[in-house]
């Protein structure tokens, strides 16, 4: 199970108590400079606001998935390469993500540590943030090196990065997520993912979703 799931399902008990290819273009600018922002912007919006925003952007429903009350929305831009999710509980936005979709290893690295440094500046250096990451080695038999020091985790990337198919960063903090995700394998997909949800409007069911966390259920689906 992938870090971001544990953390997730940790912290649902916590709401509900407080709340209950090489030649590929760039990556499209969202409408901020910051991706996180731009997330963060959606949550707490009803989903017809958030629609019709990122209709307007050229991205249109490609399926949505429900689970009790709960609804996952999965836009897509008209070749499918960046993709949004959006999470709806109560006519209510409560987590967002932001996808990039290539077959091209480089370019998603390139795209997942851009996102990891703008998640960095995103959520400054609060004391109260609890910082986890960890990665995962193609064909290694010791499974996840997990971390809780970003310095210790930039070496083992840095160590490792043409072996890695797997590696994530979150900051969590009593209000909110703020994730970063990169994926290179045949079961789970190509991608590097941006990823913000709003704690306080987390919905209870969650803990339902088949053992899985919202950023599991936010992923693209193959």
């Known amino acids: 199970m992938k870090k971001l799931t544990l953390i997730l399902l940790a912290l649902v008990g916590v ?122 080695i193609m064909n290694s038999e010791e499974g996840n090196m997990e971390f809780n020091n970003r310095a210790d985790y930039l070496t083992a990337y840095n160590q490792n990065k043409d072996s890695i198919n797997y590696c994530s960063e979150s900051w969590v903090s009593q209000t909110a997520i703020v994730g970063t995700e990169f994926n290179y394998d045949e079961f789970e997909g190509h991608y590097s993912m941006a990823l913000y949800g709003d704690m306080l409007r987390m919905p209870i069911m969650i803990e339902k979703a088949k053992n899985k966390s919202i950023f599991d259920i936010l992923k693209h689906k193959k």
């Open 15 to 136: 709401v509900s108590f407080n709340s209950c290819k090489d030649d590929e273009p760039e990556q499209p600018t969202p409408a901020t400079t910051n991706i996180f922002t731009e997330l963060k912007g959606y949550t707490g919006k009803t989903f017809q606001f958030v629609s019709s925003t990122i209709r307007a952007k050229g991205f249109n429903v490609l399926s949505f998935d429900s689970i009790e009350e709960m609804r996952i929305y999965y836009f897509a831009n008209s070749d499918n390469s960046y993709k949004y999710s959006i999470g709806e509980y109560d006519d209510t936005v409560f987590a967002a993500s932001y996808e990039y979709i290539n077959d091209n290893k480089n370019l998603l690295l390139t795209n997942y540590e851009k996102n990891s440094q703008t998640a960095l500046s995103f959520v400054g250096n609060s004391p109260l943030l609890y910082y986890s990451s960890d990665i995962a």
